[in-house]
């Protein structure tokens, strides 16, 4: 089962910042936390992923506690085109565990 | 640098029969997995592969197999379809597969069985 919590669906406004919070109480000290999205029928895609430092990409922005029990991923500006399905996995993914497993995700809507 | 990619991108077969899907995975990534994408189930673990060799499993039937060739790419094949193997069947392609590494996937093959 997956070990994160995410609302089910969230709306933003075109142009604002989408924030896009995950519940991970049960965090292992050697898994990371990763971020996917998947737009309608495609695979999902890559966007970030850290451990407990807060990181950036061009993509977006991972905000993790310090206790690492929760994190938020920030798209600073959202468009249309960030309309998606988005997945927050915990996973020590590479190590023992060669999966990463998908929770029923958080579906975002960007509108005009 | 070419994506992971998936072939066929679309697939109808009849009940009983077999498929093979084909997954390329990016050029010097070793780690191939695949999941299965159903709109009551999820995004599901298959297989992955590392080096030719199945490294973890997930809770599918026997039915469903794998393998991976020296130059890295992996084919899965499920024989005796029944109509709930209709899904998208995504493959996943990372480095080496450790720790801190991220996976990408393809755009999957949608099978139908009818």
């Known amino acids: 089962d997956a070990k994160t919590t995410q609302p089910p669906s969230m709306d933003c406004a075109e142009g604002r910042a989408a924030n896009l919070p995950c519940n991970h109480s049960?965090?292992?000290?050697?898994?990371?936390v990763y971020w996917y999205r998947q737009i309608h029928s495609q695979g999902p895609q890559y966007i970030i992923h850290?451990?407990?430092n807060n990181e950036t990409n061009e993509m977006a922005s991972l905000i993790i506690t310090e206790d690492r029990k929760s994190s938020t991923l920030i798209l600073p500006h959202a468009t249309l085109r960030d309309t998606a399905v988005y997945y927050c996995?915990?996973?020590?993914?590479?190590?023992?565990?060669?999966?990463?497993?998908f929770g029923k995700g958080t579906k975002l809507s960007v509108k005009p | 640098k070419a994506g992971v990619t998936q072939t066929p991108r679309y697939l109808i077969k009849t009940r009983g029969q077999q498929v093979t899907l084909s997954c390329s995975p990016i050029?010097?990534?070793?780690?191939v997995s695949w999941y299965q994408q159903t709109p009551g189930q999820g995004l599901q673990f298959l297989f992955e592969?590392?080096?030719?060799?199945?490294?973890n499993k997930g809770n599918f039937p026997g039915r469903f197999s794998g393998r991976q060739f020296s130059n890295s790419r992996s084919e899965m094949n499920v024989s005796t379809l029944e109509l709930g193997d209709s899904a998208l069947y995504l493959c996943?392609?990372?480095?080496?597969?450790?720790?801190?590494?991220?996976?990408?996937f393809g755009q999957g093959t949608r099978l139908t069985v009818v």
């Open positions: 592969y590392f080096s030719e060799t199945q490294r």
């Open positions: 996995i915990v996973s020590n993914y590479g190590g023992s565990q060669g999966n990463l497993i």
């Open positions: 850290g451990l407990k």
């Open positions: 049960t965090i292992s000290g050697n898994e990371y």
């Open positions: 050029s010097g990534h070793r780690s």
């Open positions: 996943a392609s990372s480095f080496q597969g450790n720790l801190n590494t991220e996976a990408f």
